[in-house]
């Protein structure tokens, strides 16, 4: 990409978009992409690996789609839960503008593709799906995740594909250490090189509901 990353705020490439097929939420559909963001030509093996393995996404609620880029996660929850309000996450701009083109396209309503400031401190989510920026560097990495992990409702998932040899298990041992005793993660499925990891918020008990 010319000595840009997917994660600069504002790609320095030209905007040349481009329609390419792809299947979201088990329906054949066309989307829009272009360079500077992240995998233009089509959904990347680890988006993949995670839309196989997570659940039926809550039907309502707010849901997080964490480093959205043109929104291949963020669709897929709108499509499968249309009365859910979907956050599409990004701090790339093309890749936001690019997430709107194709909810508008796919005549979706319930998606805010924002940046990260963009989203009210006060909402807590149902679910938060990501293949999560893993080559910003590992400190930037774990600030993203303990920013936005936290905000998961009690009883609600977070699922994170990431690749085993970029590491996931040492991940995984990080989040354990560092989420405290209400929350678990738990190795969900191995694909292809992948590690889908699951954090569940535990539920809250009486004395939770009174301090939470």
């Known amino acids: 990409m010319s000595g840009e990353h997917y ?15 792809v299947t979201l939420a088990g329906r054949r559909v066309e989307v829009t992409t272009a360079g500077g ?4 030509d089509r959904i990347d093996s680890g988006t993949s ?8 996404p809550p039907p309502g609620g707010h ?7 043109w929104g291949p996660i963020a669709l897929s929850l709108a499509l499968d839960a249309p009365r859910a309000t979907v956050w599409a996450v990004d701090v790339n701009e093309r890749a936001l503008d ?14 805010n593709a924002v940046t990260p400031d963009a989203v009210p401190d006060d909402v807590r989510f149902r679910a938060i799906w990501s293949n999560p920026p893993i080559r910003v560097g590992k400190n930037e990495l774990h600030a993203l995740l303990l920013q936005w992990l936290p905000r998961l409702d009690r009883g609600s998932d977070a699922w994170l594909v990431v690749a085993k040899q970029l590491g996931s298990d040492s991940l995984h041992r990080w989040l354990e250490g560092e989420l405290g005793r209400d929350t678990t993660v738990l190795r969900a499925a ?7 990891l699951r954090v569940r918020r ?7 509901a009174t301090t939470d």
Do not use: H, M, W
């Open 7 to 21: 994660f600069s705020p504002q790609p320095g490439s030209e905007f040349v978009p481009r329609t390419i097929p």
């Open 49 to 56: 690996v995670l839309l196989g393995a997570v659940p039926a």
């Open 63 to 69: 849901l997080l789609d964490l480093g959205c880029g």
């Open 37 to 40: 963001v992240f995998s233009p």
């Open 190 to 196: 191995t694909s292809k090189g992948y590690r889908v």
């Open 202 to 208: 535990r539920a809250a008990t009486g004395a939770d």
């Open 98 to 111: 690019l997430v709107r083109r194709n909810a508008e396209s796919l005549g979706l309503d319930n998606v």
